[in-house]
């Protein structure tokens, strides 16, 4: 009887074991390489929030906020805080929280004003928020620096992956529309230059063997009428211009904002390997009237349902990689798969 009780025991414990999500600190991801990353943007604090359950379900060591994190849109500090602490507190987020290390960068929404740049007034004030929302230290240097970018590096020498978070709102310049397009801006810059001169010490002096590169708003996509990069064609071209000078391996881009998910794919000289861009947008909403738009380095479809990101590598000999846009009930929506 004994033997019985114990042997059914085991089976109990083996299966709350298999159901538990992993418990991953910052000090796991420097001696553990980095195999699952999860990422996603434009969540409303108000609104259900479906996607953590299945989230949780692919186990991401990682969890990146890729901006419009919350819906802040204010210049009163108070109700900023205050919507941070509605999406903090809310239950699933907080297992996701016990289970991942969680990072991230801002977009407009939750930088403060719609579309905004660096003439936003309380951007100071705003940036201390949401470092708060990310726990982040207050003895790091996010905290003291203009500016909400960041780097981080996991995993042991010789299987690390960089995370480096571009902030696209607190430098860059003002963009004017004429009949509801954008006019591009030829001369005004995205990232402001103590950021440009910081994102190339961390490309040329980087070990890693990965390198993700996070911005609130899409980087290779080109025609279609919102923000993008492409807004700034001499910004967009130095950033792909600083890849391939670094000889950076690995890269990847990450975007939000636009609710909706695609992957794209671009081909620049000098850079060994073809670059992708996953843009993962939205988690509470979706532009569920966008049936398509152009996007010539679109590789698959357009996607307007409720999204997120996952990126899957493998270390075992070849380095493979795994993109991943996953919806509703852990749906598979799209995946490519490829090696470095």
Not at 21 to 43: H, K, M, N, V, Y
Not at 195 to 221: C, V
Not at 244 to 262: C, F, M, Y
Request: include cysteine.
């Amino acid at each position: 009887m004994y033997l019985k009780n114990l042997f059914a025991f085991s089976i109990i414990v083996v299966l709350v074991n298999a159901c538990t999500p992993r418990l991953t600190t910052s000090s796991d991801l420097r001696t553990e390489p980095l195999t699952q990353i999860a990422f996603g943007s434009c969540s409303h604090e108000y609104d259900p929030q479906p996607l953590w359950k299945p989230i949780l379900k692919n186990r991401p060591q990682l969890w990146m906020w890729l901006g419009d994190n919350i819906y802040g849109d204010t210049h009163d500090m108070s109700v900023m805080k205050q919507k941070y602490d509605v999406q903090k507190n809310h239950a699933d987020y907080q297992k996701l929280a016990a289970s991942s290390t969680i990072i991230g960068i801002w977009d407009d929404h939750d930088y403060g004003i719609n579309d905004g740049g660096k003439a936003y007034a309380k951007k100071e004030e705003s940036q201390q928020l949401m470092l708060d929302f990310l726990d982040v230290p207050a003895g790091s240097e996010r905290r003291t620096r203009a500016g909400a970018y960041e780097s981080y590096t996991y995993g042991p020498e010789g299987k690390q992956v960089k995370v480096i978070l571009l902030d696209a709102r607190y430098f860059r310049d003002t963009l004017m529309k004429q009949n509801k397009m954008y006019i591009p801006n030829e001369t005004g810059t995205i990232l402001g230059e103590a950021q440009w001169q910081w994102l190339e010490k961390e490309l040329t002096n980087s070990k890693a063997a990965i390198h993700l590169i996070a911005s609130g708003i899409q980087m290779i996509p080109e025609e279609h009428i919102y923000e993008k990069w492409a807004n700034f064609p001499q910004e967009r071209k130095r950033l792909f211009e600083l890849i391939s000078s670094t000889k950076a391996p690995g890269v990847i881009l990450l975007s939000g904002d636009r609710h909706i998910a695609e992957i794209s794919k671009y081909t620049y000289p000098g850079v060994a390997y073809p670059l992708y861009e996953v843009t993962a947008s939205g988690l509470t909403h979706s532009a569920t009237n966008n049936k398509g738009e152009p996007n010539r380095y679109r590789v698959g479809k357009l996607m307007n349902v409720l999204n997120f990101g996952v990126i899957t590598i493998d270390w075992q000999q070849l380095l493979n990689v795994h993109l991943q846009i996953r919806g509703e009930k852990n749906k598979l929506l799209q995946e490519e798969k490829f090696q470095f």
